[in-house]
């Protein structure tokens, strides 16, 4: 199995030749082709001038990707993916946190017929109260929302077979959340405690508002995981209970009309039922609308709505593999 190591760069020079002698001892003793994809993300220090000797010095191993800008962590992930050409795709830090030492034991669990390996950093050396309790607190919520359990979303050293990771883009802060729509495509997850070191040059590119984008991509997540091929049923549904609650005050104010002589107008909930048909019917429109956008999704770039593990015809393997 060749294997691609991605890795997004953003000023962070003094780690660079580190993170590269590290990569070459750990990956050398193995048996396998390797390459690493270095995407500088728009750095303002002498990253981008390091990944470019680097590649030249070293083009066996070393790609570089140089964006134009900023676009941040993820969209820097998308890029080195779609340069990648290895079966397994491995993503992680460059500032030397995560630690190379550990892709030989990933690698060991996709041999043993896992598709994804998620890194879990048990021993997380930063911030408490700013980065791992919010951390904590968004890994449970993810893991619920979306039914893939996981200690550590945020663990950007993972490793991936290659079909499980090139069917969808990334947008967002939504490199993390990777395992969830995996699994939600049939992918065999696994975790694995990985070793995390403190930052050693430069400093975190984040802190606690980090937290508050990752509970918004949350809802875009659990959106398109449960509803992105009927939408009508989440916008629909919404639709028909406000108008349900409507109706049963309709009849609730009418019965006291008829029982008690009571005006139905000197009640204020005649008006929020009003409201209420209005919204649930602007509401369904809504859905109808997002159901038109799945068909042009899928059927403009001749997307199938399902995904195929292994197909046979006339007596051979005819999924391409
Ligand atoms: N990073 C990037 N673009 C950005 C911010 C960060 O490519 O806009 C890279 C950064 O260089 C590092 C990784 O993303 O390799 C994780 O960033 P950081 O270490 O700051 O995050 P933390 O480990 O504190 O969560
Ligand atoms: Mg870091």
Same mark, same amino acid.
């Given at each position: 199995m060749s294997i691609s190591i991605i890795i997004p760069v953003y000023n962070e020079e003094e780690s660079l030749p580190l993170l590269h002698q590290a990569l070459h001892h750990t990956l050398d003793t193995l048996d396998q082709p390797w390459e690493v994809i270095l995407v @500088? @993300?728009?750095?303002? @220090?002498?990253?981008? *001038?390091?990944? *470019?000797?680097?590649?030249?010095?070293d083009p066996e191993h070393v790609r570089a990707v140089i964006l134009r800008r900023n676009f941040g962590q993820t969209t820097a992930i998308a890029a080195g993916i779609d340069h990648a050409t290895g079966e397994v795709i491995i993503l992680m830090d460059a500032d030397l946190q995560n630690d190379p030492v550990d892709i030989p034991r990933m690698l060991a669990k996709l041999d043993e017929g896992y598709d994804v390996v998620s890194g879990w950093r048990f021993d997380r050396q930063d911030e408490f109260v700013t980065r791992t309790l919010p951390s904590r607190m968004a890994n449970s919520l993810i893991s619920w929302v979306t039914g893939v359990h996981l200690h550590d979303y945020g663990c950007t050293l993972k490793a991936y077979r290659r079909e499980v990771i090139t069917g969808f883009r990334l947008y967002g802060e939504m490199h993390r959340f990777i395992p969830a729509y995996a699994g939600s495509v049939g992918a065999k997850i696994v975790e694995l405690p990985v070793t995390h070191h403190a930052r050693r040059f430069g400093k975190t590119k984040y802190g606690l508002e980090r937290t508050a984008k990752v509970v918004l991509d949350l809802f875009t997540v659990k959106f398109l995981l449960s509803f992105a091929q009927k939408p009508i049923y989440l916008f629909g549904g919404a639709g028909l209970a406000l108008m349900a609650i409507s109706a049963i005050g309709m009849l609730l104010l009418m019965l006291r009309r008829i029982l008690f002589g009571t005006f139905v107008l000197t009640s204020p909930f005649f008006i929020i039922a009003v409201m209420l048909v209005m919204m649930g019917f602007q509401s369904i429109l809504m859905g109808l609308i997002a159901e038109l956008l799945v068909r042009t999704y899928h059927e403009s770039q001749a997307k199938p709505t399902y995904t195929v593990k292994k197909a046979w015809a006339n007596g051979t393997r005819s999924d391409g593999r």
């Open positions: @500088d @993300d728009g750095s303002r @220090d002498k990253s981008a *001038e390091i990944l *470019e000797t680097l590649a030249l010095a």
